[in-house]
């Protein structure tokens, strides 16, 4: 069941994996009738583009590098004093927190490339960060909520007693116990921005500042009718590359927050 589960799992990896090896031919070709054709055209067709390759991951790190700075430097307080509240406020604001977090993104669209407009925020990339911040703050603080329902009240006590105020309460005794739940917060944050598409295509407008999925959606074949699926599958795992970096430095982290609370005493 185990190997099945693997097998499952990492099936769509590997194929992409493959893909982005293969030349067109081969992909389009009958299963058996060629044997597979290793190359690196796909790879070079992506780095050689104009802009390169890691502009455009260079543009999707500082938007999701932006986004969660901005969305925790919120979210901390905003969970810290809805946690900290008792009766209908805290249920009614988190119920709130809760249809927003669900709220679909679509139905924005029309309202925020108008305020894109009104404002001047078009093509710039920490302006992009804005309405990424907007729409994963319901669910950073409800995630951050949650990590602090599991801090005892005692300890929090402990350190009124020994004088520290509201700040300093925060940053040297609760915070610290939250990294966990931090880090797997700013990772998902970080991937929301990450693969958001509909508001960056309206946004950004200028070639080099397109992020990530905008430019993978431009990527064109040798002609009209020809589907590049092998520089798609290139684009992909290029842009994989700095995800995986991040949450195999963070996995600590990350299965630590996921886990916090699941299991008393």
């Known amino acids: 069941m185990r190997a099945l589960l693997l097998i499952w799992s990492l099936a769509p990896l590997l194929w992409q994996l493959y893909t982005s ?11 058996g009738a060629a044997a597979a054709q ?10 050689a583009g104009d802009p390169p390759f890691w502009r455009y991951l260079l543009n999707s790190t500082v938007v999701g590098a932006a986004t969660t700075v901005l969305t925790l430097l919120m979210a ?6 809805l946690q900290r509240q008792r009766g209908a406020l805290r249920l009614g604001v988190t119920l709130a927190l809760l249809a927003a977090a669900l ?18 925020l ?10 990424y911040t907007a729409l994963s703050l319901p669910l950073a603080v409800l995630v951050l909520r949650a990590a602090f329902a599991e801090m005892p009240q ?19 005794v609760l915070l610290p116990l939250m990294t966990p739940a931090i880090a797997s917060t700013a990772i998902l944050v970080f991937l929301l921005s990450w693969n958001e598409y509909p508001i960056a295509l309206t946004w950004i407008s200028r070639s080099e500042l397109l992020t990530l999925p905008i430019a993978m959606a431009r990527i064109s074949g040798s002609s009209l009718y ?12 290029l842009g994989s590359v700095p995800l995986l970096l991040l949450v195999l430095v ?7 927050g996921l886990t916090q609370g699941a299991v008393k005493g």
Not at 38 to 47: D, F, G, P, V
Not at 155 to 166: I, Q, S
Not at 226 to 237: D, E, F, K, L, R
Request: glycine fraction near 4%; hydrophobic fraction near 55%; charged fraction near 15%.
């Open 21 to 31: 090896f293969q030349p067109p031919e081969a992909l389009v070709a009958p299963a």
């Open 38 to 47: 290793w190359t690196l055209e796909n790879y070079r067709q992506i780095l």
């Open 76 to 81: 901390v307080p905003c969970a810290y004093g």
């Open 103 to 120: 709220f679909p993104i679509v139905l924005l669209f029309l309202a925020l490339l108008e305020l894109a407009r009104a404002l001047g």
């Open 122 to 131: 078009a093509n710039n990339l920490l302006a992009l960060s804005l309405p």
């Open 154 to 172: 005692e300890l929090e006590d402990a350190a009124c007693l020994e004088g520290l105020n509201l700040p300093q309460r925060l940053r040297f």
């Open 226 to 237: 020809s589907i590049p699926y092998g520089a798609y599958a290139a684009a992909t795992v």
């Open 250 to 256: 963070f996995q600590r982290s990350i299965v630590a």
